[in-house]
């Protein structure tokens, strides 16, 4: 997922205190605090889709067809690829807006053939979803991406194919952006996520199963979906999943020899809070910079806070492919006994 957020009254707000605030402190963001308008998690279910009709022979008539420049899909393979393609998928985004007390947002859902289009907007290509007026939270649509046509009547897989220098031996990749404004702020946000449809080359290629922690422990004891945690002090807190080891899947890709290769899911968990910080900001996933195997984050209360606060978390996993969830926790925050 990459987001692109567009405030510019904001930063002209930012770039007049720096100007009259020369040569004193300035506290930076930190990702892990939310305090404002946040696209926090988009995932697809299912997280990708095995075109079973999609076979070596398949994908050949269809490179074929684009061998002269031209790139015009037989119509046999138009057939085989029409089923998989129209299949519905349930799309979900995890939008939180903290200070904005329950205000409705625009939000619309779009795809284009173009990867690099962080907005699907750049060459008019655009192709509208979805669309709805809804508070912050979890939103969910149900949405066909791969049937789409573009605007002269072209299959858009067949487009992103085109754009693709490994013309979908990796997957078929296809962008689709979340736009969400705050009609009331002109806060505009773009988040881009990769819906990938994959040729069913080899028989052990299987479809994705969506990552999903099995739970949550607050310093060391489980912490359940509905239990509001009481806390006391400035901490630090240590939070961590529960063991989700047997979860991560092993799974088959084509190299560019179009061999089969066996690779490895590591799951990567991204902190967020409404209060203090968090780190690491992400843990598991392989990252060098952490002691390998560790999934454990400290939370850090904000020192400021003064009076007792309800605190939300959330924790988003992704499996590397395009799977992705979350979960949610909250504490009763008190600074003081």
Not at 172 to 186: A, N, Q, T
Not at 213 to 219: A, I
Request: proline share 7%; charged share 20%.
């Amino acid at each position: 997922m990459r987001a692109n957020l567009k405030r510019r009254s904001r930063v002209l707000a930012a770039a007049t205190a720096v100007a009259l605030c020369f040569g004193c402190g300035i506290r930076l963001d930190n990702p892990t605090t939310v305090h404002d308008l946040r696209v926090l998690g988009m995932s697809f279910d299912p997280p990708d889709v095995m075109m079973n009709a999609c076979t070596p022979q398949v994908f050949g008539l269809l490179l074929a067809g684009g061998a002269d420049g031209g790139f015009v899909i037989p119509p046999q393979v138009q057939e085989l690829l029409a089923v998989p393609a129209s299949k519905q998928l349930t799309f979900k985004a995890l939008i939180a807006d903290p200070a904005g007390n329950g205000r409705s947002l625009r939000y619309e859902l779009s795809t284009c053939a173009n990867n690099g289009d962080r907005e699907c907007n750049a060459d008019g290509s655009r192709i509208v979803l979805w669309s709805a007026e809804l508070p912050a939270g979890e939103i969910t649509a149900k949405v066909m991406v791969g049937a789409q046509l573009m605007s002269n009547g072209d299959p858009l897989l067949t487009e992103v194919i085109k754009r693709d220098p490994y013309k979908g031996l990796g997957g078929i990749r296809v962008p689709v952006v979340l736009k969400v404004f705050g009609p009331d702020s002109g806060e505009l946000i773009y988040a881009q996520k990769l819906m990938v449809y994959w040729c069913h080359f080899f028989p052990a290629m299987k479809q994705n199963v969506q990552p999903v922690l099995p739970g949550m422990t607050f310093e060391g004891t489980e912490w359940k979906e509905d239990e509001v945690r009481e806390v006391t002090g400035h901490g630090p807190f240590r939070v961590a999943p529960l063991d989700y080891a047997a979860l991560e899947e092993s799974y088959v890709v084509p190299t560019l020899q179009f061999k089969p290769v066996t690779l490895q899911e590591s799951w990567l968990i991204t902190h967020h809070t409404t209060l203090g910080t968090m780190s690491p900001y992400q843990t598991g996933g392989g990252l060098s910079t952490q002691v390998e195997g560790s999934v454990e984050s400290d939370w850090a209360p904000d020192s400021t806070q003064t009076s007792s606060t309800d605190v939300t978390f959330w924790f988003t996993v992704r499996d590397g492919r395009g799977g992705e969830s979350w979960l949610s926790r909250k504490v009763r925050f008190n600074p003081t006994p």
